[in-house]
């Protein structure tokens, strides 16, 4: 979700200053673009997924201590991917939004140099990126690669300053249908391309389905306690509360749902930081998390060994605090177990802290700048 964490940051850079993160902030997208830079083997050449889904799974312990096959999969002009071509476009383009600003040029156009040329790759070769790279079992794409075309040729668009993007998105748009999302999420970027398109065109019908996505999540059930609840959120109900919660601080910062969306955020967020009497986020707060899903951070010290008996199912706390990584959070009935084994509840992931960190940097600059 570098996407996702660059948004952020480019709409809301006064909440990174103020709190001392800037530097910290340009080192986590670095790490993303960095890796997808060097995934990036040519035109039509893209490393997708690094190991097996399944033998991956199967093992328990620390990554540096990994000594089965791990095969590399690609996409290519015949096994394309758009969904991947196209998001890792909108990451570099959206990151590179980021470096200008923050006086980095030169890495700034190396970054929308391969954005580019992974954009002409998701269109000029559509397919399924789960047709090429066997990451079904675990990351379907169940909304499709249309959402992605669209949003990154808004993202490219919004980078660049080039009408051609810009008229594709809008284009690509109309022809997708893009309408009614459910959620914001690693899978389905939909909603997101009603602001960017709002935002670069101030047409009235791109803010018309923004606001129609936050009538739709600010009349979402709620748990006993406050907690958003969608048709997704039996698995990592947290990350689509900050999700949600982000795009309304977006859409505030826009102009749309002002009140209201601020309001929501901030009472999902003050759900995950501990206002039902514990944080959700691990070495933070009120009875953080202690055992998070996480195979590194449950091992032990070195040089002690780390597998299934001494991590996975020591009934003791994680060996290493994850700090700030977010956990996926309660049930319907505001019920959380803290145990490795409930990976529902207890596995972290960095789409998991994106629109949360996001969230963060958002209310912050709000806060310091008096809305």
């Known amino acids: 979700m570098t996407t996702m964490l660059a948004w952020g940051g480019v709409s809301f850079p006064d909440g990174y200053d103020v709190s001392g993160q800037t530097e ?9 673009t960095d890796y997808f830079i060097a995934a990036h083997l040519g035109d039509t050449e893209f490393v997708g997924q690094i190991g097996d889904g399944d033998v991956d799974h199967a093992s328990w312990g620390r990554p540096e201590d990994m000594t089965m096959n791990r095969p590399a999969f690609k996409i290519t002009a015949s096994s394309p991917g758009s969904e991947l071509a196209a998001e890792t476009a909108a990451a570099l383009a959206s990151s590179a939004i ?7 040029e030169a890495y700034a156009n190396q970054c929308l ?9 998701a269109d000029e070769h559509r397919g399924k990126y789960t047709d090429a790279i066997p990451a079904g079992a675990f990351y379907e794409s169940w909304s499709g ?3 992605e075309l669209v949003w990154g040729a808004a993202w490219l668009a919004k980078a660049t300053g080039d009408d051609s993007y810009l008229a594709k998105a809008e284009a690509y748009f109309e022809e997708f249908g893009l309408s009614d999302p459910h959620e914001l999420s690693w899978d389905d970027k939909s909603a997101g391309v009603f602001l960017i398109l709002y935002e670069l065109t101030g047409n009235s019908k791109y803010k018309d389905a923004a606001e129609k996505f936050v009538d739709y999540f ?3 059930e709620k748990t006993a306690k406050g907690l958003v609840w969608s048709e997704s959120s039996q698995w990592g109900s947290l990350r689509y509360a900050a999700n949600y919660g982000h795009f309304a601080l977006q859409a505030a910062r826009l102009g749309i749902k002002e009140s209201e969306g601020r309001a929501f955020a901030e009472s999902q967020i003050n759900y995950i930081l501990g206002d039902t009497g514990r944080s959700y986020v691990v070495g933070w707060g009120v009875n953080p998390p202690t055992h998070c899903h996480h195979r590194a951070a449950s ?12 991590g996975m199912n020591n009934p003791g706390p994680n060996g290493q605090v994850l700090h700030g990584a977010l956990v996926g959070g309660p049930d319907h009935n505001d019920n959380y177990v803290d145990d490795r084994n409930q990976f529902q509840m207890t596995e972290v992931a960095t789409d998991y802290n994106a629109g949360f960190q996001s969230c963060l940097a958002a209310m912050t600059a709000n806060y310091v700048n008096n809305k």
């Not at 980021?98 to 980095?104: A, K, L, S, T």
């Open 24 to 32: 910290w902030f340009t080192k986590t997208l670095k790490w993303s």
């Open 98 to 104: 980021w470096y200008r600003c923050n006086g980095d």
């Open 113 to 121: 140099d391969h954005a580019k040329t992974l954009y002409a790759f």
């Open 145 to 147: 690669y249309n959402d």
């Open 218 to 220: 600010l009349g979402l």
């Open 299 to 310: 091992c032990p010290d070195r040089p002690a060994v780390c597998d299934w008996n001494s």
